[in-house]
């Protein structure tokens, strides 16, 4: 099979799989559970058909006046998906320390102020002489890569504590950082070995495509599949998590010692 005519059915079955998750996210009423999750789902189940319309009738002769119609339906689909994927994070690290709550306040200031350093980081690294209408795809990566650490980071953090926060792997939570490390991985690698000029047929474009795939299959999966319920978790007085999370709770507190 030539590699456009691939393309063009990984496409097709992307969006297919956007549409699958959707419906049993929203079938299970997830989105009380993940508000920021939801409207992300919501933002790729729209756009995507939208820009592979576009995409396609830009590849017709008469195409080329839609080019500023796709550049800017693009980054703005993908900015706007940075700023929910760094909500998301949120949700995903405040639902795994569900039981720790001193945990949780502390841990999303310190989100916060990742985020911050993340951005000034990547915003430093950006040329702005003489870009033009370009630097909005700088900015766009830059804020990406900036949310793509945090997804990292936080998988990172699940996979080393699930024992200590009693996290089963079969829960929804550990899913999403599961599928955002995945896809996170699979930008950074990309962006290592191929241009950001590389042709949408190329070689690596398919495989980069095939990992979407993979991870969206994950999130079907576990979307469609019974969640087990979460028991309480029981810990001892004397144990280690449960004295950071007596101190994070009390820090912040008139009298604290």
């Not at 691939?6 to 997830?30: H, N, Q, R, Y």
């Not at 945090?150 to 929804?172: G, K």
């Not at 999966?221 to 101190?247: C, D, F, G, H, Q």
Request: proline share 3%; hydrophobic share 55%.
């Amino acid at each position: 099979m030539p590699l456009n005519l691939a393309m063009s059915v990984m496409s097709v079955a992307e969006f297919l799989l956007w549409a699958t998750l959707g419906f049993f996210f929203w079938k299970k009423d997830l989105q009380r559970r993940f508000p920021a999750m939801g409207a992300y789902l919501a933002l790729r189940v729209v756009s995507t058909p939208v820009l592979l319309t576009i995409l396609y009738l830009q590849s017709q002769p008469w195409g080329r006046l839609l080019f500023g119609v796709y550049f800017f339906t693009f980054w703005a689909v993908y900015i706007a998906s940075a700023v929910l994927l760094f909500y998301v994070c949120i949700e995903v690290f405040r639902s795994a320390l569900s039981a720790f709550s001193g945990l949780t306040r502390l841990g999303i200031v310190a989100f916060r102020w990742a985020a911050l350093v993340s951005l000034i980081v990547s915003f430093s690294t950006i040329s702005y002489a003489h870009r033009g209408i370009l630097i909005l795809s700088e900015i766009a990566y830059g804020l990406m890569r900036s949310v793509s650490i945090l997804e990292l980071c936080l998988l990172a953090f699940l996979c080393l504590s699930m024992n200590a926060l009693d996290l089963s792997v079969r829960d929804f939570a550990f899913g999403i950082a599961l599928g955002f490390g995945l896809m996170s991985s699979n930008d950074f690698i990309l962006a290592s070995l191929t241009s950001r000029n590389s042709s949408l047929t190329a070689p690596l474009q398919f495989v980069y495509e095939s990992v979407i795939l993979t991870a969206l299959g994950i999130w079907v999966a576990y979307a469609a599949l019974p969640e087990p319920v979460r028991k309480p978790v029981v810990i001892a007085a004397n144990s280690t998590i449960y004295r950071w999370n007596e101190i994070a709770s009390a820090l912040g507190h008139t009298g604290t010692q």
